[in-house]
């Protein structure tokens, strides 16, 4: 079992910067490979970025590519993500996914709104 707490949303401008955290309590959370999905209003939750449980692998959606990265620190047991060039389109609630075999394990989510 896993729990997740998401942390570091907030309200921006276009072209600034957050960074969030999604920090772990549980047993063996660097088994877990972890990624980060949004939801915005009126839209399906959609993937954003993965990391492996190693922190050596890390996958990004086209629509973050270059602007987001995905880390982990395993010492800590919190897995961030690092968002740059902030535009309008990325503002949703952003949740925090833990997974390894068929355990899927989410957060509650932190809201990110980007103005104009």
């Known amino acids: 079992q896993v729990h997740l707490v998401e942390s570091g949303g907030g309200l921006v401008q276009a072209g600034g910067s957050l960074r969030l955290s999604c920090a772990a309590s549980?047993?063996?959370?660097?088994?877990?490979?972890c990624g980060w999905f949004r939801q915005a209003p009126g839209k399906e939750r959609e993937w954003v970025a993965g990391?492996?449980?190693?922190?050596?692998?890390?996958y990004y959606a086209d629509s973050v590519k270059g602007r987001f990265t995905i880390s982990r620190d395993n010492t800590k047991d919190t897995v961030y993500l690092q968002m740059n060039s902030l535009r309008p389109e990325d503002t949703a609630v952003y949740y925090c996914h833990a997974a390894i075999d068929a355990l899927r394990f989410w957060g509650q989510g932190t809201q990110v709104t980007v103005s104009a």
């Open positions: 990391i492996s449980w190693s922190g050596g692998m890390t």
């Open positions: 549980g047993r063996a959370f660097s088994d877990y490979a």
